[in-house]
């Protein structure tokens, strides 16, 4: 992003003017087009409001843009010659199309994300920098010699990486599988798109646990489904409560997340996987099985999945390196029965003509290396650490004001507050103390709920993030 | 790919029962599900079809799979217990959903290579494996330090990719852009998906050049745009026809190649830049400029784009490095206003989280280096004697069969084939000779064109290649 330039002769409000200016020729903010606010401008440059108020004025003179009252500072579309000529009405066609945009509370997350990079970061759901195997990847890098061929990829994915996730899956998960049963997407985001894009049609009713990682999800919505809601207590949902919403609506699908759930860190109960498994077999209905925490587990192995348990091949199961490795690799994958797999990579060679060979190459050979089980362990420990930290920290800013269980894996701690505060207020004056989390109703929770993910600050931030939030929380008490 | 070993003690037809059985265990095909024909897994695993027929045998002894006559071999579902268990209608779940399949020729060609590796490939429209800077691409990788944070990526695309890019489009195709006009793509299949998707609704009308590489992407039809053709002669299309378009169907985007056009190798005149420019300002139309082969030129500096001719921003601007490095990279990008840069890149959030960052530090990297200019000067002297092999092969082998013009960039020649033949079968026939091309009618033309890629054989591979393909019409011309 270009900043002015301090140390410049020339004025700030100058060279923002003809920065502006610039940019304006260039079709960034073609004719007719709404320039960012004076507020918005002003923090993105570092500046006063003062000085976009200036710079505004130079191009206003120049005759390059136009504002009126509560209409806020277009360019100007007059200066284009006296023939009729006009851009384009960008602003119609990016309203248009059938992909709804992400939900406010997910955008003002992002946003203030990007624009204060310092902020403490309890939202965004993935591990710090440091917890990533950054050393052990860009090793691997050095020592492999990756002169294999740079064409377009198998569109279900490099061959060598399904073979090291058959001996992975087996290994770790106890999942019996194939080469040819496994699709790699580019992580679980990718092989959900493509179940809701490809195996659903407009109108179709879903089941999706409540609160859930789903409704955070706009791609739901623009899929036209029709989302029902299994309620998630301690030890998950209640398998029955699916009978019930495929006699009322016909679900055609259920969507789970059994192990160390996002956002509430249960664990589907070993007696509530047999019930599940049973009613899918008796209605005949898929189950999507997302399981990207379960090798986080702090202590002692991880629960089987429902698909190494699954008696007839009701589950369509998705794992992924986001979280237990690096999500900027950006591999994932999918076990499914043979038609669905060749069906989705059909569908994703149309979308994006499939997935980059490298960080492929790169995440079979992190799966076979000597590096990988010590990544794990290291990774147990650390994530240990961090949700004590996080604990401890509740415990001392908050006592008697929140209420949460102790996950025993994943990234993230699910928090009811026991005073009544509004959501976007609560995250606005957090984030002006600064530190961010996400509020829980992004996942379809009554107001009142806070997911902080404690994998993602550093561990000497946790404390001081959480002296913040308190602080926040207790200004709107009043 | 499990192949039967020649040298077990165990007879070929008792390894791949024992194969099946253990497939259809892991839930690779679930009960009901339909098995590959006899045919097809003989020819997977290279046996003859009289030991896949011993094999069935043995699994419906077993009473494992069930054959019916001319419904094929299907997985018992009586098998599974008294109760009535049953696994999801995985066939009907796959035929569902808005995604349409890609077109049959496609995929049969698609098939063809995957079960024959040894096909003479005229149909990838890719570079040959040593066309792509691999050993360049290696030896970045090793040089630098490729330690950054691995976390999710910027929603437009790695920052650095970005700046990098503002140099090369400046450098290279004359478009002045600021980076964040710019979004990194997975490439332009990626780039005109979230167009199509996120841009136009079903219903919209949209023109396309005909023929033309869109009439091969299924996600226009997916999308629900109604398509209207731009005939391409020789100068390219003619922008008159897009004013009458627009009165007759009110289109609402029009996409165009202009340099080195997809099937047609054609370069659009300059004066019908210009006109069409001005045809798109008057109407305030879009243009969708994909660019990929301009790089590609044989000679000379290619032709400046439409993007960096145009007065008032009416254009999207398309690249990307699949055709001019390497398409295994997966590294593209958009020129577009700043607000449809936003949602493009907000809906791909949805979509696939972002993409990977280790690809965009390489392709950032490679721009920069002193790699790039020595690259791009082999590959035109490459590209021109394969161009000129295959020219000099069909006018050996097919003397007054065929009708062309002589490519001046790009990858492909667009071929007229004199005698009335049946696409179909001339492409069965080519690949039981030992070669492949992809028939024109894929492009949307009438039937009797072919396109030849000579960038993608092997340079010895394109006279025996063409040598089959001669053999193969003169066989179905009787």
Chains 1, 2 share one sequence.
């Not at 923090?43 to 504002?67: D, K, P, W």
């Not at 996950?407 to 701690?413: N, T, Y």
Request: aromatic share 8%.
């Amino acid at each position: 992003m270009w900043k002015p330039d301090r140390n410049s002769k020339k004025a700030l409000f100058e060279q923002i003017a003809d920065n502006l200016e610039q940019r304006i020729s260039y079709g960034e903010f073609p004719p007719g087009s709404l320039l960012p606010s004076e507020r918005k401008l002003a923090e993105q440059l570092g500046v006063n409001r003062s000085t976009v108020i200036l710079a505004f004025a130079e191009l206003r003179a120049m005759g390059i843009i136009e504002s009126r009252t509560g209409s806020g500072t277009r360019v100007s579309s007059s200066k284009w010659g006296a023939t009729p000529r006009h851009t384009p009405n960008w602003s119609r066609y990016s309203e248009g199309g059938s992909f709804l945009p992400n939900p406010p509370f997910m955008r003002r997350i992002r946003e203030a994300l990007t624009q204060h990079p310092s902020l403490i970061d309890f939202a965004s759901g993935e591990l710090a920098a440091e917890l990533a195997p950054s050393a052990e990847i860009a090793a691997l890098m050095r020592e492999q010699q990756y002169t294999g061929y740079l064409g377009y990829d198998n569109p279900q994915g490099y061959t060598p990486l399904r073979q090291s996730l058959v001996t992975y899956l087996g290994k770790y998960r106890g999942i019996q599988t194939t080469e040819s049963s496994i699709l790699i997407t580019s992580g679980s985001q990718q092989s959900l798109f493509l179940i809701t894009q490809c195996l659903l049609a407009p109108g179709d009713a879903v089941a999706i646990e409540d609160p859930s990682y789903c409704y955070s999800l706009p791609m739901f919505q623009s899929a036209g489904l029709r989302l029902f809601r299994l309620p998630v207590d301690r030890q998950g949902i209640q398998p029955g409560d699916i009978r019930t919403l495929f006699k009322k609506h016909r679900i055609k699908m259920v969507f789970l997340n059994p192990n160390f759930q996002n956002p509430t860190g249960t664990l589907l109960g070993s007696e509530e996987r047999k019930q599940l498994l049973d009613v899918a077999s008796e209605l005949g209905l898929p189950l999507v099985e997302d399981d990207p925490f379960s090798l986080t587990a702090y202590e002692g192995a991880p629960p089987l999945p429902l698909k190494a348990i699954d008696p007839v091949g009701s589950t369509l199961y998705i794992g992924s390196f986001s979280k237990i490795a690096a999500s900027g690799l950006r591999v994932g994958w999918m076990v499914a029965p043979n038609a669905i797999v060749k069906r989705l990579a059909d569908a994703r060679q149309q979308m994006d003509f499939g997935l980059s060979v490298i960080p492929q190459q790169i995440a079979s050979e992190f799966l076979k290396s000597s590096y990988f089980e010590p990544h794990l362990e290291r990774l147990h420990t650390q994530l240990l650490y961090r949700r004590d930290l996080l604990i401890e920290a509740l415990e001392k800013e908050l006592p008697d004001l929140v209420q949460y269980s102790v996950p025993q894996g994943g990234l993230h701690l699910w928090c009811k507050l026991v005073p009544e505060v509004h959501d976007g207020k609560l995250l606005e004056e957090t984030i002006k103390k600064g530190a961010v989390f996400v509020p829980g109703s992004v996942y379809g929770s009554d107001a009142g709920y806070v997911r902080f993910t404690f994998a993602r600050p550093k561990a000497e931030e946790i404390g001081p993030g959480i002296a913040m939030f308190a602080e926040a929380l207790r200004e709107l008490m009043g």
